[in-house]
């Protein structure tokens, strides 16, 4: 376990009542202020505890974490004695800690600290920060919110700023008459603030105890929408004033998920109301503050008219992600950072779960398989990835580990774990852990034994397999009859070994297991009773095993006739052909191969397989941007697209669904990219008259076709694009257009789109996607968009001050290249311009591209010979 950031000799314990007060000067919301440093006063005031704030060994010295903050006084109370007053702050800034020290030495026993301080409402999208809005009737003006975790509390206010230092908080904001004032409790008092008429002070239930990091306060101009639960919890949705009706969807899930979650841990939610909120702007997708998450716009947002599928189901996701944190996350807290991908995996396995109870239409599991487990397993294969518990020793560390390691990669493990236990004694052993630690903190090894308590299965010896060494099994499998040879494939002289829960489907009857077994030994030999000769015998059934497997090439024939007459599930079609992909990128089996399998895929109708083929052939396109027949593989994209592009048409048919929506919008904006002449002629007919007004395009359309005219129009395109930009009232709409701006191919042009990332018009956590996007372009826009970010890089890092939207931002702008001397150059180039929290991404960023190259060595000449081939004599379907 990694010690706690308070380096002073005494131990205080710290379950005390911080009570806040915040007076915002009358400048707050004045546009003179946005760049300038807009002070807030914050006096903490704690009511004297039993045992209060209690020094445990004598000490002239109290350190605490403070960053951007200036103490005026400060002063210790002990019970019944005179008041200490500090008589120095000795500021540590690179710790972001504070010492007051005292005239008089502090006796064991309790007390009352009381610090009066001035701190900066800073545009750094964390700690407490101001976000730039626009009034109905145009005006400009400024919310303050509050983004805390990890470690940015102590940006707001002095304190222990650890999860493992919890306490309650008493909080009361002094704000504007005309403005919300939101905490994590319900209102209990609102009156007049005696000192200025135009103020209200606005006081809030004490919390229960909690972590500095879930501490959260909001002011602006809101709107809201308000039910209750079935369990009787008043549930809001804050929206942006005149779209409340944008947050009735958030609101029906939130109503939805609460129950959903009291059921599944037999523990109610313990506060009395939640309220979810719209932050205009907002790093993260949203922030799971105990009792009032914070959210983007676009993760909270549906417009019953004018929101694409996509976008009601990824609200979805995150809400039900955000409230499963309230129990798990909040109510039991990780100890230390170490354990945050307990936090952030099991929520992202859970928010699966929840969505596919409120929403079983979605088939959502196997969207987990596309949008989860192989995107863990794509950066778990890497020499520089991590494993799912890493040693956080200073705070600053845990940036670096928001990613898909902690979030996907911890999903796919309890997704694999829930399936070998069971969802009964799964679901007692949580109940179990909840118990047991509620209000309190827990480490990994804490779950473990409450589900193994619950099994009797050995989950930590199976767990720690996972979670402890980066990587996972590529399994090769081998049949003779009815005999099935397994063994872990290593190809480094140190082979990890893990405890593998394998599952054995045949086409007897493919969504069931034959057999489920522990492989927890480097080979095993499995006798399969009752296949027949012509039975195909598949390994992993539902993808659910976090593992690549490697066929003989006569069970891997036998295969592929499921994939054609789709007798394969979809999701075991989606695993097998995803598993290909990445024995080719390893360089264990041929492009080629690869390719031809991916042919089979002419009658499949389900959304989740052709989004998976749909990137993988875009990471190919990618590479083979590098050569000169990059239009060969775009005529493969046509033809493998085309037929199910036809079948699905431009408009919905009577009794189509959500996937269907999801289906067409993929298989068009595929076809549109590559240049296929109906698609992009319709789309092109199709824009003209949503610009002109005749006939406005449905949600679900305007993505694929703003790819398709910017990719293949020219200046008056982009410019007629820019201008809806400016025009749309919803920043989903923003957010869509943003995405696709680097599709256009001029030079000049993409200089354009990029010098518009950084302008006022792009909200700032947005800057990122459109300049990936230039870089996800086209050749010439990667080149561009590396230049652009080498040429802007301090206004960059200082516009995220180093988070993990930095780390974002390099992944996307450099890992398509597939020159072995860019990756030289990337790292040379932050060599000398460190990003701390962005180091592991830039080492798996030049690994990338390094693997790129030696992939582009090892089968460029055979893929364009088959791709010639195939062009001369195509095949027949």
Not at 205 to 228: K, N, Q
Not at 563 to 591: E, H, K, M, Y
């Amino acid at each position: 376990m990694a010690p706690l950031s308070m380096d002073c000799s005494p131990t205080f314990c710290v379950p005390g009542l911080w009570n806040p007060f915040i007076i915002f000067h009358s400048c707050y919301q004045a546009s003179s202020c946005l760049f300038g440093t807009l002070k807030y006063s914050l006096y903490r005031r704690p009511t004297r505890l039993n045992p209060g704030f209690e020094t445990k060994q004598a000490t002239n010295q109290i350190v605490m974490n403070c960053a951007d903050i200036d103490i005026i006084t400060a002063s210790y109370a002990p019970e019944g004695d005179e008041e200490i007053h500090a008589t120095g702050f000795n500021y540590q800034n690179e710790d972001e800690k504070v010492t007051l020290s005292f005239p008089s030495t502090l006796q064991t026993g309790t007390g009352t600290l009381k610090i009066d301080f001035v701190g900066e409402l800073n545009d750094k999208m964390k700690g407490f920060y101001r976000s730039k809005y626009t009034t109905p009737s145009g005006e400009v003006r400024y919310a303050a919110v509050t983004q805390f975790e990890a470690t940015d509390a102590r940006r707001a206010f002095p304190c222990w700023d650890e999860p493992a230092i919890k306490a309650t908080f008493d909080i009361s904001l002094v704000v504007p008459k005309d403005r919300v004032a939101l905490s994590n409790m319900n209102v209990i008092d609102r009156k007049p603030y005696p000192d200025d008429e135009n103020l209200v002070e606005v006081k809030f239930a004490r919390t229960p105890v909690m972590s500095t990091y879930l501490v959260a306060f909001v002011v602006g101009e809101y709107d809201f929408v308000e039910t209750r639960s079935k369990d009787g919890v008043c549930v809001r949705v804050y929206t942006p004033v005149g779209k409340a009706e944008q947050g009735k969807f958030a609101l029906e899930v939130a109503a939805k998920t609460l129950p959903f979650y009291k059921d599944y841990f037999n523990v109610p939610y313990p506060l009395p109301k939640i309220d979810l909120i719209a932050i205009a702007d907002f790093a993260a997708g949203a922030m799971e503050n105990w009792g009032l998450v914070t959210y983007r716009e676009t993760a909270l947002l549906i417009d019953p008219k004018n929101s694409c599928s996509s976008s009601r189901q990824w609200v979805a996701l995150v809400v039900g992600h955000e409230l499963a944190h309230q129990w798990f996350g909040n109510l039991v807290t990780m100890e230390w950072w170490t354990h945050l991908w307990l936090n952030e995996g099991f929520a992202s396995w859970i928010e699966y779960l929840c969505v596919d109870h409120c929403f079983p239409e979605y088939d959502i599991w196997t969207q987990f398989v596309s949008a989860d487990y192989t995107r863990a397993q794509e950066l778990d294969a890497l020499d520089n990835s991590h494993p799912i518990e890493v040693s956080v020793g200073h705070p600053s560390e845990v940036d670096e580990i928001f990613d898909a390691i902690s979030y996907s990669k911890g999903a796919s493990v309890i997704r694999m774990l829930h399936d070998y236990i069971g969802d009964k004694d799964f679901k007692k052993g949580m109940n179990m852990y909840l118990t047991k630690f509620q209000q309190k903190n827990a480490a990994t090894e804490d779950l473990w034994e409450s589900l193994e308590n619950a099994s009797g299965k050995p989950i930590a010896a199976v767990m720690n397999t996972w979670t402890k060494q980066m990587g996972f099994p590529l399994i090769y499998v081998e049949a003779e009859q009815c005999k099935i040879y397994l063994f872990f494939s290593c190809l480094g002289e140190d082979c990890p070994q893990w405890m593998v829960p394998i599952t054995i489907s045949t086409s007897e009857d493919p969504n069931q297991a034959k057999l489920k077994i522990l492989m927890d030994k480097p080979e095993m030999n499995v006798v399969l009773k009752n296949v027949k000769p012509d039975q195909w015998v598949k390994l992993n059934l539902g993808t659910v095993g976090f593992y690549r497997t490697q066929y003989s090439s006569a069970m891997l024939e036998s295969l592929l006739p499921g994939i054609r007459d789709l007798s394969l599930p979809p999701v075991d079609r989606l695993g097998l052909q995803n598993d290909l992909f990445s024995l080719a990128r390893a360089g264990i089996i041929s492009t080629v191969e690869v390719l031809k399998v991916m042919e089979a895929f002419v009658n499949e109708p389900n959304y989740t397989v052709w989004s998976d083929l749909s990137c993988n052939l875009g990471i190919l396109s990618t590479l083979l941007s590098h050569t000169d027949f990059y239009e060969e593989i775009q005529e493969f994209v046509k033809d493998v697209f085309s037929p199910i592009g036809e079948r699905l048409g431009w408009d919905p048919k009577p009794g189509e669904g959500h996937l269907d929506a999801l289906l067409r919008g993929l298989v068009l904006g595929k076809l549109g990219k590559a240049g296929h002449k109906a698609t992009l002629e319709e789309a092109r007919r199709r824009f003209k008259d949503h610009v002109e007004g005749k006939q406005i395009l449905s949600a679900d359309l305007r993505s694929p076709v703003y790819l398709t005219v910017l990719k293949h129009g020219d200046g008056t395109t982009l410019d007629i694009m820019l201008k809806l930009h400016k025009q749309a009232d919803m920043q989903e709409e923003k957010n869509r257009i943003e995405r696709v701006l680097g599709a256009t191919l001029l030079p000049d042009l993409i200089q354009k789109v990029l010098t518009f990332a950084l302008s006022e018009e792009v909200r700032p956590q947005d800057t990122v996607s459109v300049i990936g996007g230039v870089a996800g372009g086209s050749k010439h826009g990667r080149k561009a968009a590396w230049k652009f970010i080498k040429d802007n890089w301090e206004e960059l890092y200082n516009r995220y001050q180093g988070g993990f939207l930095i780390s974002r931002l390099i992944k996307l702008s450099v890992e398509g290249f597939a020159v072995d001397k860019m990756a030289g150059e990337v790292k040379a180039f932050f060599e000398s311009h460190p990003a701390p929290s962005a180091e592991r991404t830039i080492q798996q960023c030049c690994e990338n591209i390094l693997l790129n190259a030696a992939w582009l060595k090892r089968d460029a000449e055979s893929i364009h010979q088959y791709l010639l081939q195939r062009k001369a004599s195509p095949p027949t379907v």
